[in-house]
Every structure is written in structure tokens, then in C-alpha cells.
């Protein structure tokens, strides 16, 4: 989050704290905590990590046949940039990354050169129940928060690894993707092959959590008697995040959803929510704790 307000009694983005007179330290003083120190304009971002975490429960085919269309046109733009002019006017969309412009104009920003993109869904299955009549119980309700093309079949990868890579210098080992429309293609063939026939319990910020950062995301979740238990580390999801992500890029989540946010936690009594049409209301302890 960006950089201070220098402007008198003005508030800090970073902190929420009012600004004011300056301590010892030659920085403004602060009423809620320290302010980083300002070091200028943010470097240029080398490496980037895309996860695009796409709603694929009843009634998302639509949108993701949109969102299929808008963010290959997002992704093309950040690995080809338009040429403007010093007015900020749009003066030419070159052909490719390495085209230049025109007489008197340069590139918006400077190009995306270094870019994964991965697509994960909102299914996470029916948090350890198994009974005949509970929902999100089919395997297609559950996709492990794994990359698409390791749970659908004939989604096409970089090196077979689930994400795509851009790479116009072919400075991976084999070469990624320097073509900014096969990539746009590939990546629209990606989104929409989430479908919409996942769990209705979207787990939209558990999978990207799942995925992105716990550090030990279960196997399964076994029904032990009435609760849930996480079983075993799921060795094909730490693998993926480990070609995927990258310890020095910057990361990106968009999330793609028509729906609030269910995600359950893994233990307990978690389960019983596959086994009502809706989720139960609270107990009265809540009303204290």
C-alpha cells in the first residue's frame, strides 16, 4: 500500500493515522504507528504470478465465457503495451512486444516479460461429509484448490506444470509462450474449461488460500464420528505452488465470483453445512463469543 500524505494533518494510506509534525527521525509524526520511509518510485516489477480463482458453481458459464474474453485482452496488454504519445493519446498497438513505435511516442509501461498465469476454482468439495443425500459430495464438487489442467482433461500447460508462462526471451528451460495471442487463447481456454458444475459451497478465499499459502493443505478431510479431521499434505498442490510461484515476483489474485464467500473451516463440525440446503443458523453462544 502506497507511500504517505505530505500534506498537513493529512492521513496516511499506510497506516490510517494522522499526519503532523515531524519526530526526531525527520518523518511526520504518526498517532497509530511508524510510516515506512519514502525511497522514491517503486521499482519496475521483473516477475509476475497471475492466479485468476474463478466461481465454477451453477450459473457462472455466462460469465466466465465473459471474463474468458477480457482478460486475455488484460493479459495481452501487459506483455505488449500501446504506444502513446507524450499527451498520454494512444498512437499505435504494435504487432508484437518488440515493435517499435512510431516517431515521437513510447510504450504506456514498460512490458510484462516474466509472467505466469494459473486458474483454480471455488470447489472444495463437502468438507468431510459423505452421506447419500449431503451435496458437494461428486467428484467434479471438488478440484482440490489443483491447477485446471490437472483436473480437467485436455487443458494444455506450460511444460505440462498447470499454469502458463510468458516468456518472449525464452529465458525459461524449455522456452515459454512468446506469442501474445496463443497466450490470450490458451488462457481463455482455461477459464472457461472451470465449468459450472462445482459445489454451490463457493470456497472462493479458502482455495486461493489453500493454494497460495497454507502450509499444509490437507489430502483429504476424513469424518472421524461427528467431526472432521485434516488427513495427510496434499504433495501435488505444494508441488504446483512451488513451479508456480515465484519467492521474487510480485503476486496478483483476481477473483472471478456471483456469490458471497463459503468457505468452511476444514474441522469439527464444518461438515454438517453438506448436509442442509442452507447453512444452519448460529447458536446462541455466539451472542457472547
Known amino acids: 500500500t502506497g507511500g504517505t500524505d505530505s500534506s498537513p494533518g493529512g492521513e496516511s494510506p499506510v497506516t490510517g493515522g494522522t499526519t503532523g509534525a515531524s519526530d526526531a527521525g525527520g518523518k511526520a509524526g504518526n498517532t497509530s504507528g511508524p510510516i515506512p520511509v519514502d525511497n522514491g518510485p517503486q521499482a ?24 474468458a474474453k477480457a482478460v486475455p485482452e488484460l493479459v495481452k496488454r501487459l506483455v505488449n503495451p500501446r504506444c502513446v ?14 515493435t ?23 470447489s472444495l468439495g463437502s468438507h468431510g461429509a459423505n452421506g447419500a443425500k449431503d451435496v458437494c459430495v461428486q467428484a467434479n464438487d471438488d478440484d482440490h484448490a489443483h491447477l485446471i489442467p490437472s483436473v480437467r482433461a485436455n487443458v494444455p ?5 498447470g499454469y502458463l508462462k510468458w516468456d518472449p526471451d525464452g529465458q525459461a528451460s524449455p522456452p515459454g509462450e512468446s506469442d501474445p495471442q496463443a497466450f490470450a487463447s490458451s488462457l481463455g481456454a482455461m477459464i472457461t474449461a472451470a465449468g459450472e458444475t462445482g459445489c454451490g459451497y463457493e470456497a472462493q478465499l479458502e482455495s486461493v488460500y489453500r493454494f497460495l499459502v497454507d502450509p499444509e493443505p490437507p489430502q483429504s478431510i476424513q469424518l472421524q464420528g461427528t467431526l472432521t479431521v485434516p488427513t495427510g499434505v496434499d504433495a501435488t498442490l505444494l508441488e504446483q505452488r512451488a513451479n508456480f510461484l515465484r519467492p521474487d515476483s510480485s503476486v496478483v489474485v483476481l477473483m472471478l465470483t456471483d456469490e458471497n ?17 442452507a447453512m444452519f443458523r448460529s447458536t446462541s453462544g455466539c451472542a457472547a463469543n
Not at 44 to 67: P, R, T, Y
Not at 108 to 113: C, I, M, N, P
Not at 157 to 161: A, L, R, T
Request: contains cysteine.
Open 261 to 277: 464467500d463459503c468457505s468452511v473451516q476444514d474441522e469439527g463440525y464444518g461438515w454438517l453445512i453438506a448436509s442442509s440446503s
Open 157 to 161: 500447460s506450460y511444460d505440462g506444470k
Open 100 to 122: 517499435p513505435c512510431p516517431a515521437g511516442s513510447t510504450r504506456e509501461f514498460d512490458a510484462v516479460r516474466d509472467l505466469h498465469v494459473g486458474v483454480i476454482t471455488s
Open 44 to 67: 519496475e516489477v521483473g516477475k509476475v504470478d497471475l492466479l485468476l480463482a474463478v466461481d465454477n458453481s451453477i450459473s457462472m458459464a455466462e460469465k466466465q465465457k465473459l471474463f
Open 85 to 98: 504519445s507524450t499527451q498520454g493519446e494512444v498512437v499505435a498497438e504494435p504487432a508484437t512486444p518488440d
